[in-house]
């Protein structure tokens, strides 16, 4: 029989009952529904609602079903519904008449934000541990390979040349700002519904500040209305997990590319890599693939949720019921592939002489041999076009700018002097892009400090 089940005759059929039932995914929240139980009938008692025994009471068998849930002794059972009927049945058929009392005052539908904004809370504590460490994996590749020199590109074409360094860095920084995104999705999460009752408040005089604190919330919603129905704390999660999970696909696709036997710029071990049925020969970047992938879910929950909440009036509806799977899903697939990507970024090796081979093809030095000409007074865009020409100069000759001689570039301006030279040489060409946040060795030292800065303190946050 159902915990509501006075005004029925009959119920429901086995698979209605299936099919209304979220237990399945609620009862991961089973520890938050405990915490909130337990916060709410010790304020039962202390504003005088239900007596000190009966809080004893509920909170010794709300303890027990506790440790019978995690030495898996719970039978858990679908006609339930969820993990709300589930603890209070239990504590029902454990404690009796002190167990009825529990839900004085209190709706499943308060009782259900609570527990999944408690529950929310923890999965971006965790999202943002999974995040730093990924950070740290790519801090390491940043300083241990220092001074490297990569093409850097645009539209997939060569364009000027960057410390690989500084490419990683880049994605440290877009790793930081998702941390900031799990950050605020958890402040919009840190905020106590219970006390809201159904949709109107209640008429115990409940202390709604008392339960808030006691579970650690940063205060109470205003509004009971709003604060049944509202679930954009978890629109904000989702968002946070989609964007870090686009974030991760950029970083995957680049992987996937330099691991190539046309790029060979990395090689991912043995340990991130699977071979092929029947290819012997082969080595795959599967999990840089599979994390690639994973962002269709991810972006898939966020949009499911939108829509579902989409056109939905006021306050509860069982529409709401659907909110967690997606949100819990997309948190932990965004989890698992920090983790793996942290993985696969620490045991990654890096291959300088191909990147730097490939550096020294595709003209990387054009800009800097116009910006030569511009420094002598020469304007930028007539300075670009005598460039253009050398280069088409060099594609009809099959060679590179550094082949050309002094007598070649005089023909097309005779500012060029032998100083040339040092506009041609890769070291140079970074080293003089001193620009703040720039690739020149010095600008991404400092940038490096400031990154390991940030990263020791949103380390020393989530202490
Ligand atoms: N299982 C429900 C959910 O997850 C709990 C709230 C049910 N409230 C109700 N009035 N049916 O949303």
């Known amino acids: 029989m159902a915990l509501w089940s006075g005004r029925f005759e009959e119920g429901v059929d086995d698979f209605t009952q299936r099919f209304g039932a979220s237990l399945p995914v609620d009862k991961a929240m089973y520890a938050e529904d405990i915490a909130g139980s337990k916060a709410h009938s010790r304020m039962l008692a202390n504003q005088g609602i239900i007596s000190q025994q009966d809080v004893e009471d509920i909170h010794a068998g709300l303890d027990t079903i506790q440790q019978r849930i995690e030495a898996d002794d719970f039978a858990f059972d679908i006609n339930d519904e969820d993990i709300h009927m589930a603890v209070e049945g239990a504590l029902i058929e454990s404690v009796g008449q002190a167990g009825a009392r529990l839900h004085t005052g209190r709706s499943r539908n308060d009782q259900v934000s609570t527990d999944t904004r408690l529950y929310a809370k923890k999965l971006c504590d965790h999202l943002m541990a999974g995040n730093v460490a990924l950070r740290q994996a790519l801090l390491a590749q940043a300083e241990a390979n220092f001074s490297v ?15 690989f360094s500084h490419h990683m860095l880049a994605y440290f920084w877009m790793l930081a700002r998702d941390f900031g995104r799990f950050k605020n999705a958890k402040r919009a999460a840190d905020m106590c519904p219970l006390g809201a009752a159904a949709l109107a408040g209640t008429t115990y005089p409940l202390n709604r500040a008392a339960t808030a604190e006691a579970l650690g919330f940063a205060g109470v919603i205003p509004n009971s209305l709003d ?3 509202d679930r954009d704390y978890l629109l904000d999660l989702l968002y946070a997990c989609s964007v870090s999970s686009i974030h991760l696909t950029r ?24 071979g092929s049925s029947i290819m012997p020969q082969k080595k795959n970047p599967d ?17 499911g949720l939108l829509v579902t909440l989409k056109s939905l009036p006021l306050a509860y509806n069982k529409d709401l019921q659907e909110d967690k799977e997606g949100a819990f899903d997309a948190a932990h697939t965004v989890l698992d592939c ?72 005089k023909a097309e301006s005779d500012l060029f002097e032998a100083d040339i030279v040092n506009c041609l040489d890769l070291e140079s060409i970074v080293a003089a892009r001193t620009t703040f946040g720039g690739t020149g060795n010095a600008a991404v030292r400092e940038q490096l400090e400031s990154a390991q800065q940030m990263q020791q303190k949103d380390a020393d946050s989530l202490l």
């Open 149 to 163: 020199i990569m093409p850097g590109y645009t539209h997939l074409q060569h364009a000027q040349p960057v410390l």
């Open 251 to 274: 970083l995957c696709e680049e992987i996937i590319l330099w691991s190539t036997a046309e790029f060979g710029f990395v090689t991912l071990s043995d340990s991130y890599s699977t």
């Open 287 to 303: 999990f840089a693939e599979l994390i690639r992938g994973k962002s269709g879910r991810v972006v898939g929950d966020l949009v």
């Open 227 to 229: 604060a049944v129905s």
């Open 338 to 409: 920090c983790q793996c990507a942290a993985g696969m970024i620490e045991t990654m090796a890096i291959h300088p002489e191909a990147m730097r081979a490939q550096a020294t093809k595709g003209y990387l030095a054009a800009t800097d041999v116009a910006d030569y000409l511009a420094k002598k007074g020469m304007p930028f865009r007539a300075a670009h076009e005598v460039v253009g020409h050398l280069v088409l100069l060099c594609e009809k000759r099959g060679c590179q700018l550094d082949d050309l001689t002094l007598e070649d570039f």
